[in-house]
């Protein structure tokens, strides 16, 4: 049994530039211990449910302390039968590919 | 302070006919008591983000009891200074329409 | 034949008040003639591929104008049998529901 | 000037193995010579957007071909000033965390 999510958030009041918000997410999604991979317009994360949702709830409580507008998104795919999917996941379609 | 969230949530491994499934969450959604908005690609919801996130949990939940493999997708939307935003953000555009 | 859209389009480097932006976009979709139906978290655009492309080109230009850094998402679900679907999935949520 | 999408499409008439239709699309986006990351939950592409939503176009149209519902979403990230996001954006964020 497995949840993977993409994962993105920033402030949307604080001008162009988000990465330091954006850093103070990864660095909890790290201590998290959680199978994780940090790409250009977000985060997969992997883990039972429950464990993954904890990990939002800390990202979005670290931005709120000092933002007033925050924009968060998640894409979730769970699979029953899954494991080890965020690599998994890739090397089955690499392995599609002709 | 409020979050607003859109929320799809639907079984990849059941065919072209997902709505008896959108139904069970939509059910659950109504039964939450939180402010909704039911539209074609997700349903709008207001609240704490603690309330919101234990509605989606509870969908997600009715959902693995007989799906295999699930697909959901939430975009978040959170002010401090924010309330009866679910109406209210739709009255502040349809304003500045010309 | 339907390809039905969420569609959300925002500057990031505007700060908190975006709603003039939404608007600029919004009315651009109204000018399309496309089925829509503005929500809080973002407008479903109903119509061919091609159309609902065009009619997210020109939000996208239209906001270029002025604002350096943009964010938007677009969900899509394409059914190749669908037609009127704008109304027609809420409905069919809604007769399920008891 | 750059745009930088996630993008995610599969098909759900297919039932849970949709790894060869993935696999399509991501055949096409290697094809396109744009700048590109495949990842568990989507494919981060790179360049002008005309350029990336006539991929996006071609992968619909390869599953248009034999898929009677397809799902996709795009989360797109422009900045004026921006060029090489696809790495950059990773590192940006990388130096930042303590």
Not at 30 to 50: A, F, K, R, V, Y
């Amino acid at each position: 049994m497995s949840v993977l999510i993409d994962f993105s958030i920033f402030p949307v009041d604080k001008g162009t530039s988000v990465s330091p918000y954006v850093a103070r997410a990864v660095s909890i999604i790290q201590q998290s211990g959680l199978d994780h991979n940090l790409g250009p317009m977000g985060t997969s994360i992997e883990g039972d449910w429950p464990e993954v949702m904890a990990v939002v709830n800390r990202c979005f409580e670290a931005l709120q302390t000092d933002c007033d507008r925050i924009y968060f998104t998640i894409k979730a795919d769970y699979r029953k039968a899954g494991e080890n999917r965020l690599s998994g996941k890739v090397r089955s379609v690499e392995k599609k590919l002709t």
